[in-house]
């Protein structure tokens, strides 16, 4: 298998080489700078490995969101139906949405949210896209195929930021050239805008970005899943299934069905398990898999502290559970005689599950994403204390959440008792003795999400036969039963989504999506409400569904720390960090109804200036 992750640093590509001055004598020569070598974007780009290069910085910076402690995923999950900010010990996280989410806040810390990492890294992808695309003409190739292979993989990664800024932060700035000068005279531009010019690039790019790539690349398939999420945003349903029919129906690309990889003769094992360990996603008979960020033990450009997926989304299970006799009953020793860390991992709780998400949404008992042995439950978990043997008769039973008297046995049920998906967020992890989530690759894309989006489409037409059969197929792979068509709905859907895309998925960012459709449409939810574009920051499905769902923000539910769970329906856009809205002296970037700055707004850009 041949991966291509290669850091920008071992390939000396970019950036410039700094300026030495030799002082050797009293010769005002020698005074003069004498450069050691011209890395300047002139010279670096006459090659189309120099272009290569800015396509690296895409695929690299792509990984962080999955990636490291308190990534930006959990941040897109707890603005949702299937999640909440876990961390009860302190106020600060995003808990009390109301209060801590606005412009002027802290938004880009592990200990807050990262609302502004999005924004940032949104633009650096932008920006590395956009040096490939305004200097394609400056290298000379070796065909028509190779220019045009690298200009629709930076279209791709352009359309790919665009596509999150856009359901993230509504109307933004539209960059399209590299920017070689100080500016500070941008002007938001109307999200449909930047929607249809990232639709006609992503079809040129479908046209030439290669059917099977080096893994870790943008592959036609991607192309094609992006493109039908910007159709589906656009209301172009039509175009949406045209595009996921030429990931499903026009390549390689399947569903797996089978067993396969490192643990496929492990008879207690099944599909589910094989398609998330890290050794099989990247295989080449893994067909499932559209687009990958790519991140490996000891690989030069790895990712310094690996997914930490563990750490971020299992519950604090160690700490804070006591037996029914009132001992410590769990703890996080590792290599001690029941060693629970290295088995499930050492989580602190930071990403919370909510009650749907672990329980409600789950509608098949023989659904293997929810089976034993994929799926973990607080009781499976057994008293580990080495403290108590002998002492305490429930050491090595299985954990319990009340004494027989209904007395709670931890102090914390938010932090510290929850259910999760073993198989998708166990990542072994040789380099801590505490297991965090080690080095893994991870799914950008997968044909499963295809399948509910084209099943999406089909809904939207009106054509609930076809919507069931997509539907369908990712939970037939599970072992679930099919769902009849008169059944489907977007809250089918979603359900859907939340079972098989959880930790995946920027579910925020879909949701806004969804919502904006609704209110585009017109057509009536499935709670029987219609929405507007007019008002969409007052009135819409994002709020409605979470509130629905989301049993800490509907019910009033506070951290022991004291701060409540709270959001509201402005919150499906986030602000634009003041500190951008500031600098922009020359220009005006608008602010989203509900946070401070929006009466400064003007009319966005509603055409791209030439």
Same mark, same amino acid.
């Given at each position: 298998?041949?991966?291509?992750?290669?850091?920008?640093?071992?390939?000396?590509?970019?950036? !410039?080489?700094?300026?030495?001055?030799?002082?050797?004598?009293?010769?005002?020569?020698?005074? /003069?700078?004498?450069? =050691?070598? !011209? !890395?300047? $974007?002139?010279?670096?780009?006459?090659d189309p490995d120099g272009l290569r290069a800015t396509l690296i910085a895409c695929e690299r910076n792509m990984r962080y969101e999955w990636y490291g402690d308190n990534p930006p995923i959990v941040t897109e999950s707890i603005?949702?139906?299937?999640?909440?900010?876990?961390?009860?010990?302190k106020s600060g996280p995003a808990q009390n949405m109301n209060l801590q989410i606005t412009p002027d806040a802290q938004l880009n810390s592990t200990d807050y949210n990262k609302i502004g990492?999005?924004?940032?890294?949104?633009?650096?992808?932008?920006?590395?896209?956009?040096?490939?695309?305004?200097? #394609?003409? &400056?290298?000379?190739? %070796?065909?028509?195929?190779?220019?045009?292979?690298?200009?629709?993989?930076?279209? !791709?990664?352009?359309?790919?930021?665009?596509?999150?800024?856009?359901?993230?932060?509504?109307?933004?700035? +539209?960059?399209? *050239? /590299?920017?070689?000068?100080?500016? =500070?005279?941008?002007? %938001? @531009?109307?999200?449909?805008?930047? =929607? &249809?010019?990232?639709?006609?690039?992503?079809?040129?790019?479908?046209?030439?970005v290669p059917v099977v790539t080096d893994k870790g690349t943008v592959t036609r398939g991607a192309v094609s899943h992006l493109l039908t999420k910007v159709n589906l945003a656009l209301g172009l349903f039509d175009d949406a299934i045209k595009s996921a029919n030429n990931v499903i129906d026009g390549g390689p690309h399947k569903l797996m069905t089978n067993r396969f990889g490192i643990n496929q003769s492990d008879a207690t094992k099944n599909v589910i398990w094989d398609l998330h360990r890290p050794e099989n996603k990247s295989l080449a008979t893994n067909t499932e898999a559209l687009f990958l960020v790519i991140d490996r033990l000891l690989i030069d450009g790895n990712f310094d502290g690996g997914i930490q997926s563990m750490r971020n989304a299992v519950p604090f299970w160690h700490n804070n559970v006591n037996t029914p006799t009132g001992n410590r009953g769990t703890i996080d020793t590792y290599n001690i005689e029941i060693d629970q860390v290295n088995k499930y991992g050492r989580g602190i709780g930071r990403l919370r599950p909510t009650w749907y998400s672990t329980?409600?949404?789950?509608?098949?008992?023989?659904? +293997?994403?929810h089976a034993p042995g994929n799926w973990m439950r607080m009781q499976d978990l057994v008293y580990n204390n080495p403290a108590i043997k002998g002492k305490d008769t429930y050491y090595g039973q299985n954990l319990?959440?009340?004494?027989?008297?209904?007395? +709670?046995? @931890? #102090? *914390?049920?938010?932090?510290?008792?929850?259910?999760?998906?073993?198989?998708? +967020?166990?990542?072994?992890?040789? /380099?801590?003795? &505490?297991?965090?989530?080690?080095?893994?690759?991870?799914?950008?894309?997968?044909l499963a999400e295809t399948h509910l989006l084209r099943a999406e489409a089909y809904f939207w037409k009106g054509d609930l036969a076809n919507a069931a059969k997509d539907l369908n197929a990712v939970r037939e792979r599970a072992g679930a039963a099919p769902i009849a068509?008169?059944?489907?709905?977007?809250?089918?859907?979603? *359900?859907e989504r939340a079972r098989?895309?959880?930790?995946?998925?920027?579910?925020?960012?879909?949701?806004?999506? #969804?919502?904006?459709?609704?209110?585009?449409?017109?057509? $009536?939810?499935?709670?029987?409400? @219609?929405?507007? =574009?007019?008002?969409?920051? *007052?009135?819409?499905?994002?709020?409605?569904?979470?509130?629905?769902?989301?049993?800490?923000?509907?019910?009033?539910?506070?951290?022991?720390?004291?701060?409540?769970?709270?959001?509201?329906?402005?919150?499906?856009?986030? $602000?634009?960090?003041?500190?951008?809205?500031?600098?922009?002296?020359?220009?005006? #970037?608008? &602010?989203?109804?509900?946070?401070?700055?929006?009466?400064?707004?003007?009319?966005?850009?509603?055409?791209?200036?030439?």
């Open positions: 298998m041949k991966v291509t992750y290669r850091s920008i640093k071992k390939r000396g590509l970019w950036g !410039f080489s700094a300026l030495f001055l030799t002082l050797l004598s009293c010769d005002k020569s020698r005074l /003069e700078p004498k450069p =050691l070598s !011209f !890395f300047a $974007p002139e010279n670096t780009f006459n603005f949702s139906d299937i999640a909440v900010e876990g961390t009860t010990d990492w999005y924004w940032l890294e949104g633009y650096k992808g932008i920006k590395y896209a956009n040096v490939a695309i305004s200097r #394609i003409d &400056q290298p000379t190739y %070796s065909s028509e195929q190779e220019k045009n292979e690298i200009l629709g993989a930076a279209y !791709f990664h352009r359309a790919f930021r665009y596509y999150r800024l856009v359901h993230q932060f509504g109307d933004v700035p +539209l960059i399209l *050239d /590299e920017v070689v000068e100080p500016k =500070l005279d941008f002007y %938001s @531009t109307k999200r449909e805008v930047i =929607l &249809q010019k990232m639709k006609e690039d992503l079809e040129f790019a479908e046209k030439w329980h409600s949404v789950w509608d098949d008992k023989n659904d +293997l994403r319990r959440l009340r004494t027989d008297a209904g007395a +709670l046995l @931890t #102090i *914390d049920t938010i932090r510290c008792w929850f259910d999760w998906p073993h198989y998708k +967020l166990f990542i072994p992890d040789p /380099e801590r003795v &505490q297991a965090a989530g080690g080095h893994t690759d991870w799914y950008v894309f997968r068509s008169a059944k489907i709905n977007i809250g089918t859907i979603l *359900d098989e895309l959880y930790y995946e998925e920027p579910r925020k960012t879909e949701l806004t999506r #969804i919502s904006y459709i609704l209110a585009m449409t017109g057509k $009536p939810a499935y709670n029987g409400k @219609t929405y507007t =574009l007019a008002n969409f920051s *007052d009135n819409n499905f994002f709020y409605d569904r979470i509130m629905e769902k989301n049993n800490f923000y509907n019910k009033g539910v506070k951290t022991r720390h004291g701060d409540e769970y709270l959001i509201s329906p402005y919150h499906v856009l986030w $602000p634009i960090p003041s500190a951008t809205i500031q600098g922009n002296s020359k220009g005006i #970037i608008n &602010q989203n109804k509900g946070y401070s700055g929006y009466e400064k707004n003007v009319p966005p850009l509603t055409s791209i200036p030439q």
